[in-house]
């Protein structure tokens, strides 16, 4: 185990891709170039307050470097820059954006991998508009604790290695509503194989510029799919079909444990199928298909938990219009869309094997999911409860599940116990229940959790963040220590308050 300083810092990205020279930050837009040197903005006070002991042996490194983590001076080999990118939010083309509060420092020879290490919340970048590229404690903690938790339930995500809060004020309107406060500012050190996103592509066929275009897809598979080509149609289609597959294997997870990442804009769709960008994300408490966690969302509700897989197919699309001008026969495309649909669909099969306890998925299970999934909606049903309460049901009754229900009052009893008695009788009374305790986590991180969280670490107490830390590193074990406090509904103090029932985008 070493320091930052004994890393191997390799920084391909920046030497063999166009990039735009410019140190320090001003908004503007940045034609022909796929990155921009700039350099972190110091912190006055960095305190190094959340580690990935997992992530720092993965990398090699031990527990410290707040300052550097903090957008100190950067070690030797270090190069570090803001991605170019441009990405449709909401369904609309928004044209140039890029990392507007995050510098990746380089690329790092780990253990058994190249990896990135990126700085969120370290400073403007000439892609931070008329932001100040910082980021706040409430959000820092959201995406530390969210990310290393996705990891550990065995969904594809970026990793995150410290938290570090710099010891400034940094003003935010949280529900943009006019009202501005000051809140702690903070850093987050993610990690990943790359942070190229499906806007990454899409601004460079935006504009025209297939030169640029070209040599990015070259330096993607070449450094990151070494085991495709990119001579010829036949080698862009594999890559692009595995593209595909990751995404659709990410999203699927993402339903199997009831996560919403509220916004799913292109430029938040990572290439390497990975969970990023961890904003107004949520799981769901009760279970409603149509929750969105995002405020900006209400409205539409284009991002709610049952419409993620067919977004991640209209954000599949966008990235493969994108590589048009690239293909001799572009209509060979329509395949990897199609792709995508067949694996999730496979995917999807196999969760609910899972979580039911199937040997397999047969064609008329559909009807046993489709009765589930209405009935589970028909009175407040908290999704994780009633999931591994079911992992350990011994007959058919729906009163062994009471627990999982926000009133039972109004459970209907005989539609449920109708329900229970055919996946009784189609199990033949033995379900797989390994498969289905290895489905269904017992502990997953809640907004109204990350709150308490938050609360206390605002007041200086990191506790509760470490607490859930450990927590969540096991969120298949029983923990019987921890079920008291953590093995529970949402109460009733979370259900309308900012920060549990909605979140906006600001960080």
């Not at 920046?14 to 034609?31: H, K, N, Y």
């Not at 030169?211 to 598979?221: M, S």
């Not at 107004?280 to 405020?295: K, Q, R, V």
């Not at 669909?345 to 047969?362: A, I, P, V």
């Amino acid at each position: 185990m070493g320091t930052l300083e004994s890393l191997v810092w390799l920084n391909r990205f920046v030497s063999e891709t166009p990039g735009d020279s410019a140190v320090g930050g001003s908004p503007r837009q940045v034609p022909h170039a796929c990155w921009s040197r700039v350099l972190p903005t110091p912190s006055p006070s960095p305190t190094l307050a959340l580690w990935s002991k997992d992530m720092g042996a993965r990398l090699g490194v031990e527990r410290g470097n707040a300052e550097e983590l903090g957008g100190g001076v950067p070690v030797d080999g270090m190069d570090p820059y803001a991605q170019r990118y441009g990405g449709h939010q909401f369904g609309n083309w928004a044209g140039q954006l890029g990392d507007g509060r995050a510098i990746t420092l380089g690329e790092v020879q780990g253990e058994t991998e190249v990896l990135e290490l990126q700085l969120k919340g370290s400073g403007q970048t000439p892609y931070s508009r008329f932001a100040d590229g910082k980021a706040v404690l409430r959000s820092s903690i959201r995406e530390f604790l969210c990310s290393e938790a996705m990891h550990h339930l065995r969904v594809p995500t970026t990793r995150a290695l410290s938290l570090v809060t710099t010891g400034e004020s940094i003003l935010r309107d949280m529900m943009y509503d006019g009202n501005r406060a000051y809140e702690q500012g903070a850093i987050v050190c993610r990690v990943a194989p790359s942070f190229l996103r499906f806007g990454s592509f899409q601004i460079h066929a935006s504009t025209g510029d297939i030169e640029t275009l070209k040599t990015l897809v070259e330096h993607t598979i070449q450094n990151h799919f070494p085991s495709h080509s990119h001579d010829d149609d036949a080698g862009l289609l594999a890559w692009l079909r595995q593209i595909a597959e990751d995404t659709a294997l990410m999203v699927a997870q993402w339903m199997r444990v009831g996560f919403v990442h509220g916004v799913m804009n292109t430029d938040n769709m990572s290439i390497h199928g990975l969970t990023i960008d961890y904003g107004p994300y949520g799981w769901l408490e009760d279970y409603n298909p149509g929750w969105t966690p995002n405020t900006t969302d209400t409205s539409t509700r284009r991002y709610r938990y049952g419409q993620q897989p067919q977004i991640a197919a209209w954000n599949l699309a966008r990235l493969l219009e994108a590589m048009v001008p690239l293909m001799d026969n572009p209509e060979q495309l329509h395949d990897v869309l199609s792709s995508f649909t067949t694996c999730f669909d496979q995917h999807h099969n196999q969760m609910w094997s899972e979580k039911l306890g199937l040997t397999e998925f047969r064609n008329d299970d559909e009807d046993l999911v489709r009765t589930l999934n209405s009935l589970l909606q028909e009175v407040e049903t908290d999704m994780t409860l009633f999931f591994r309460l079911l992992c350990s049901l011994q007959s058919p009754d729906v009163e062994a599940l009471t627990f999982a229900f926000y009133d039972e009052t109004t459970i209907p009893k005989q539609a449920w116990n109708e329900w229970l008695s055919a996946w009784w009788i189609r199990i033949d009374g033995q379900p797989n229940r390994e498969a289905m305790l290895q489905a269904n986590p017992k502990y997953v991180l809640r907004n109204w959790m990350a709150q308490l969280a938050i609360d206390a670490a605002e007041k200086g107490d990191f506790s509760v963040c470490e607490s859930l830390h450990e927590l969540l590193q096991k969120p298949y074990d029983e923990q019987p220590e921890n079920e008291e406090q953590w093995f529970q509904k949402r109460p009733e103090w979370a259900r309308n308050r900012v920060g549990c029932s909605m979140l906006s985008c600001s960080s």
